[in-house]
């Protein structure tokens, strides 16, 4: 028996779309086949986890699961047609509130759409459809969604696909897999897939439209008389120069070092928000200089803050 989608991701069954997004980030952040290399169970739990997100999420499907339309797998299920339309009551036996009025009306509907794939140049006798479109979602690392990045993941139903992100890509962005998604019938074309792209947080790293914004320690002597000192970016480490007399809260600006440039969009910068650390454990000498230095270098750092 196929698992309760809504205990999948331990939600109640009344769950708004938030309610559930939020509990699929919180679980597939915790069985997440990255953080969990070789633990089969976390990764057949996080295919799980996925699948039940996937439908759940898409409103008319989650209309269908929840009438018991569709199985957990997104299958329709088996109609009971002579009991459904037996126990219908009424004038005619089979009258039923599907919108037929007699049982031979769904085989006429199919046979209006073999003609119709006639009609369309399919052989004698062929029903063709389109397949069904697929959704997924998967979570990519914050420096992969800045830079771009090919990936292969493997979708909940076993398919393993190659993934290209496009730098500059924003969390929450849908991508569209061409053919990507249910087989056709008959012969007919294959769905597409839709791919949902959640990023991941950065310990360092923070996103505003295409800059990139990053705190910067630096030590007393460096803001006092100014360094040239090692600042990371989305791209890798470079060298920046901290002008004499810098404070906390001060802002330096690498122009271009933010998301890269793509499809006509100019190149974001990094903004540098530098942060004074005094060392863990002051030396006498510090403490000494300091003491004679404020004697004749007083100041008032709090002045005009008090109301």
Do not use: C
């Not at 699961?65 to 459904?84: F, Q």
């Not at 890509?169 to 998604?181: K, P």
């Amino acid at each position: 028996m196929a698992d309760d989608l809504y205990a999948v991701l331990g939600v109640s069954r009344d769950a708004s779309g938030d309610d559930i997004k939020k509990a699929y980030r919180k679980l597939a952040k915790k069985y997440h086949p990255d953080l969990n290399p070789g633990d089969r169970a976390a990764e057949e739990t996080f295919k799980k986890i996925q699948a039940a997100n996937n439908l759940l999420s898409d409103p008319e499907k989650r209309k269908q699961y929840d009438a018991g339309e569709i199985d957990a797998e997104g299958n329709e299920t088996p109609r009971r047609y002579y009991r459904e339309y037996a126990e219908a009551g009424g004038e005619h036996p089979y009258r039923s509130s599907a919108g037929y009025e007699d049982i031979s009306d769904v085989f006429s509907d199919l046979f209006r759409s073999q003609a119709r794939a006639r009609g369309r140049g399919g052989p004698e006798g062929e029903f063709r459809m389109r397949g069904g479109d697929a959704r997924y979602s998967i979570e990519v690392p914050f420096l992969e969604a800045v830079n771009g990045a090919k990936k292969r993941v493997t979708m909940p139903n076993g398919k393993s696909l190659e993934i290209t992100i496009p730098p500059g890509l924003h969390d929450g962005q849908v991508l569209r897999l061409r053919s990507q998604g249910m087989p056709g019938y008959g012969g007919g074309e294959a769905g597409d897939a839709y791919v949902e792209v959640h990023v991941a947080p950065h310990r360092g790293f923070r996103r505003h439209g295409n800059n990139i914004h990053v705190e910067l320690p630096i030590g007393l002597h460096e803001a006092v008389l100014g360094a040239k000192v090692r600042v990371p970016t989305v791209t890798g480490a470079v060298t920046m120069t901290v002008p004499p007399g810098s404070n906390s809260g001060d802002t330096l600006r690498l122009r271009g070092k933010g998301v890269p440039a793509s499809a006509g969009r100019p190149a974001g910068d990094e903004v540098v928000t530098l942060q004074v650390r005094l060392p863990e454990k002051p030396d006498e000498e510090l403490k000494s200089f300091l003491a004679d230095w404020a004697k004749t270098h007083a100041y008032d750092p709090r002045k005009g803050t008090e109301g």
